[in-house]
């Protein structure tokens, strides 16, 4: 496989394209998944939309087992053999059929596990959709290695809509939570056909251990660690699920969707576009570390304002997008948001330890995390949903400076030079956070509408936000504009 052209040239012609296509893919899906669960709210109850979140819970967590890290190892390589590719297919496909195969056949006792026995038809009925996923692999790795990112994006946009147009139509029709299921098949078939399309590989019946072998050892430790960091991640839902009311558990989910899909679409377009660039410049320590902290800083000046934002207006955003009956949604979001920007922080520090190959430390990791979260969640859960949102908050507050810590350590920078490229469009998006939400405050007493008081809070947001900068980060944000400008 000809690695001449992407590996060698325009890297950071690549990184630029790359990230704006995501960026702009996923900035749309995002709106497009923003509209569906506003429109799905009309139609599904709060307990409807709960069973989901453990069936997407399940879904989530089997997908870490779909390759079994053997996608992000062929990623990681320097060299790719048609071998190689093909034994990592095969594997991929057996690995997805025994997946489809065990839940199918355990239905019954996962729904057990969650105390909800209406999930185990739900269960049976989205066994099949992780043969799909597992098939997406390979040429979701040949894509990455050769950052062909606008046609990831392209694929990923067009799945959104068709599994939003399936989904709305269906809980329309009375589909219930069919209806959510029936949006992951869709989402994933399309996928599936549109990365095949673009990669324009076929597999061929060829198939070696020995091959595989040296993926594996990077793979099972990537796999293992998504696995522990996937359970850590998401313990909130499975645990509120079983210990609160599913009413409980479609809140947070709702609150979550909301703050994941803007949060999702610019750490996602970045992690995409990092993990392959930097593994391919793993052996040059110095680029990768400003990289890393241009990277860090550029993340910050967008997601620091989207997040406040979404805080300070948590309320008229909800009363609109979910009407009435998810007024407890906006208590959680506000929560949620702060945690979600703490949290990209980690995303990208994820991106970085994957590429220079540290998985036995992200394994480790994991395992921290997961015994941190499960645990104290655990606890929390007894004091209702909103400790279990705080507690997961705190949690996060105090694993991310830790993960950064040893980051530092591994790129040979100091430790300080990590906040000193956060503190700045953190501290003009607070100040912007608190003027918004004291308007808001302010037209919520005088009975003004939601749409009015989200029309008011935008535009003073966007402005107040924008002479911060100019302030406290015009220099750095200068010299960002112009770099993004000469790619």
């Not at 056949?105 to 799909?132: C, H, M, N, S, W």
């Not at 359970?231 to 079983?242: E, L, N, T």
């Not at 994941?260 to 996602?268: E, F, L, M, N």
């Not at 912007?432 to 947001?461: K, S, Y």
Request: hydrophobic share 55%; net charge positive; aromatic share 10%.
């Amino acid at each position: 496989m000809s690695e001449e052209t992407p590996r060698k040239t325009g890297l950071a012609r690549a990184a630029a394209l790359g990230s704006g296509a995501a960026a702009l893919s996923r900035g749309l899906r995002a709106l497009i998944g923003i509209g569906t669960i506003s429109l799905l709210s009309r139609f599904l109850s709060p307990t409807e939309f709960g069973l989901f979140a453990l069936i997407f819970f399940l879904i989530n967590f089997i997908q870490v087992f779909a390759d079994f890290g053997l996608r992000v190892a062929l990623v990681q390589r320097k060299d790719v053999s048609d071998l190689e590719l093909n034994s990592v297919f095969w594997a991929s496909v057996a690995i997805g059929v025994v997946a489809a195969i065990a839940v199918f056949g355990l239905a019954e006792p996962i729904a057990r596990l969650f105390d909800e026995p209406k999930l185990t038809p739900y269960v049976q009925a989205i066994a099949p959709v992780f043969l799909l996923i597992a098939a997406q692999g390979v040429p979701n790795s040949i894509l990455e290695r050769e950052f062909k990112f606008q046609r990831l994006a392209t694929a990923e946009l067009i799945a959104g809509l068709v599994g939003a147009v399936v989904a709305v139509g269906l809980a329309a029709s009375g589909a219930s939570v069919f209806a959510l299921l029936a949006q992951q098949y869709a989402i994933s078939f399309v996928i599936f056909a549109f990365y095949f399309a673009s990669a324009r590989w076929r597999p061929s019946f060829r198939f070696s251990y020995e091959a595989l072998k040296p993926l594996l050892g990077y793979g099972s430790y990537v796999t293992l660690a998504g696995a522990v960091g996937f359970i850590s991640g998401y313990a909130d839902r499975p645990i509120v699920g079983k210990k609160l009311a599913a009413a409980d558990l479609g809140y947070l989910t709702l609150a979550q969707q909301i703050i994941i899909s803007p949060q999702r679409t610019i750490t996602q377009a970045i992690r995409r576009t990092t993990f392959p660039i930097m593994a391919a410049i793993q052996s040059e320590p110095e680029r990768v570390a400003n990289g890393y902290l241009t990277t860090l800083h550029a993340t910050f000046l967008v997601m620091a304002p989207v997040t406040f934002g979404i805080w300070a207006l948590a309320t008229p955003i909800t009363d609109i997008l979910l009407g009435p009956k998810w007024e407890a949604v906006a208590q959680v979001l506000g929560v949620l948001t702060l945690a979600a920007l703490i949290g990209t922080v980690g995303d990208l520090n994820g991106a970085i330890f994957s590429a220079r190959g540290e998985a036995r430390f992200q394994f480790r990791w994991s395992l921290f995390c997961a015994a941190m979260n499960i645990s104290t969640l655990w606890l929390a859960a007894n004091h209702g949903l909103m400790a279990v949102v705080w507690t997961k908050a705190a949690a996060i507050a105090i694993q991310i400076p830790l993960n950064s810590w040893f980051l530092s350590r591994l790129l040979g920078i100091s430790y300080h030079r990590i906040p000193a490229a956060l503190w700045r469009p953190a501290f003009a998006a607070t100040l912007m956070g608190a003027a918004v939400f004291a308007l808001d405050q302010r037209l919520a007493a005088q009975g003004a509408h939601a749409i009015v008081r989200l029309l008011a809070g935008m535009p003073l947001g966007v402005l107040v936000y924008g002479a911060l900068i100019a302030v406290v980060d015009r220099d750095k944000s200068l010299a960002l504009v112009r770099k993004v400008r000469r790619k």
